[in-house]
């Protein structure tokens, strides 16, 4: 372990926060876009398997024993799911700044780090930084080529309540990270990015950089791009109540709401098209008293 002068631990600048679960296709590839960093301070990888079965947890010790002043490794004795191996994972980081990675994705840009801690050193009223993002689709279907379509700059919390803007790969926050962190609502959202992204904002805005410094990875064992429409839209609306319950008041909510009614219209839509009248009835219905 590094030492200081003092002989007490070095306490790396950034954390990054990795996450993953079988993915022994992908994981080496995530790990290798974090060790070719340049950049003027030290960073760490904190690395949480949530109990793969397949030859992820090997790789990843390999690296470990290669690299082992960067890379801090936490099996999990049994699968927890992906909301709790985020917690997990994010408690363990001890950087002043997190950088947010999943398995499956990377980073493409050796300056990546560098240049986020510059925009959060200079921006101290932002909790978070991300960038754009190359939308890579594994079976080769045709989709959208990019993650977001926003301009440069900075954004309040409301931003984030019309959707989710933010690639997590390309993420890198303020390390605020407690055991208040954690609202109860985030634990009920069947995925933890959208979330984790509104929690920030209690801490200041987002600093979007218009730069394709990662790629988000869509395969069919992915958490997203496993699910069919119905279920993306389901989804959708069930992470949309979770940040509804967190955001109560302000821009922000009004923003939400705006989004809770386009997901119900959305709903409705598609089970009118497929004549589910049943489904159809109830969102009409919770539109209706939306």
């Keep these: 372990m590094s030492l200081n002068k003092t002989g007490g631990a070095i306490i790396p600048e950034v954390s990054v926060c990795v996450i993953t679960y079988n993915q022994e296709k992908y994981i080496a590839q995530a790990i290798e876009g974090a060790l070719m960093q340049l950049c003027d301070f030290t960073i760490e990888l904190v690395i949480c398997d949530d109990s793969s079965t397949d030859q992820t947890p090997a790789i990843i010790q390999a690296y470990a024993e290669r690299f082992p ?38 980073w493409t840009d050796e300056k990546k780090m560098q240049k986020q801690v510059t925009i959060l050193r200079a921006n101290p009223q932002c909790s978070i930084s991300a960038t754009n993002a190359i939308i890579k689709y594994e079976s080769g279907e045709n989709g959208y080529p990019e993650y977001a379509h926003h301009t440069t700059g900075i954004y309040p919390a409301s931003e984030l309540g019309k959707n989710n803007f933010i690639p997590t790969c390309s993420v890198v926050m303020r390390n605020n990270i407690s055991d208040s962190f954690f609202h109860p609502s985030y634990y009920k959202s069947p995925f933890a990015d959208w979330i984790i992204h509104i929690l920030n904002t209690k801490f200041g805005s987002i600093h979007f950089l218009n730069e394709f410094t990662c790629t988000y990875r869509v395969h069919s064992t992915g958490v997203w791009g496993s699910l069919k429409e119905e279920a993306q839209l389901l989804n959708r609306f069930k992470a949309i109540n979770c940040v509804a319950e967190i955001v109560t008041d302000g821009a922000t909510a009004a923003a939400v709401r705006n989004t809770r009614k386009e997901l119900l219209q959305q709903l409705c839509a598609f089970y009118k098209t497929n004549k589910h009248w049943v489904n159809y009835a109830k969102y009409r219905i919770e539109l209706l008293l939306n």
Excluded: H, Q, S, T
Excluded at 81 to 90: H, T
Excluded at 101 to 106: A, P, Q, T, V, Y
């Design 69 to 106: 002043e960067k890379i801090k490794v936490y099996p999990a004795p049994a699968n927890m799911g992906m909301l709790r191996n985020w917690e997990r994972a994010l408690k363990l980081c001890r950087g002043k700044y997190i950088a947010l990675l999943e398995g499956d994705d990377f």
